[in-house]
C-alpha cells in the first residue's frame, strides 16, 4: 500500500523560511518522478515542485527561486525547502509521484502570516 507522510508545517512570518519533508513507503522510491502539491482555500491542488528520479528538478513560476525541492532515494524520502515565504503560499502541502498520482496523505499545513 502506497503511503506518503507529510511533515515541516507551521506557522510562519513572511519572509521566513521552513522545510517539508515526505516519507514514503509502498512504491519503488527511486524509479519515480515526486512532486509537491499545494491547496489553498477554495483553489485547485496545484504542482509546486517536481524532481526526476535523476535530480532533475522543475518549479511553478510562483516558487522559482524561492523553493528547492530534493530527494534522498537512500531513505526514501523527498523534502522541500522553502525560503522568502509570503502569504500566497499559505496552503496545505502534499506530496506525491508526479504523474499516475497515489493515494493522497493528510498534507501538512503551511500557514504565512505576521
Known amino acids: 500500500q502506497v503511503q506518503f507522510v507529510e511533515s515541516g508545517g507551521g506557522l510562519v512570518q513572511p519572509g521566513g523560511s521552513l522545510t517539508l519533508s515526505c516519507a514514503t513507503s509502498?512504491?519503488?522510491?527511486?524509479?519515480?518522478?515526486m512532486a509537491w502539491y499545494r491547496q489553498a482555500p477554495g483553489k485547485e491542488r496545484e504542482l509546486v515542485a517536481s524532481i526526476s528520479p535523476g535530480g532533475t528538478t522543475d518549479y511553478a513560476d510562483s516558487v522559482k527561486g524561492r523553493f528547492t525541492i530534493s530527494r534522498d532515494n537512500a531513505k526514501d524520502r523527498v523534502s522541500l525547502q522553502m525560503n522568502s515565504l509570503k502569504s500566497e503560499d499559505t496552503a496545505v502541502y502534499y506530496c506525491n509521484k508526479k504523474y499516475a498520482l497515489a493515494s493522497w496523505g493528510q498534507g501538512t499545513q503551511v500557514t504565512v502570516s505576521s
Open positions: 509502498g512504491i519503488i522510491f527511486d524509479i519515480y518522478a
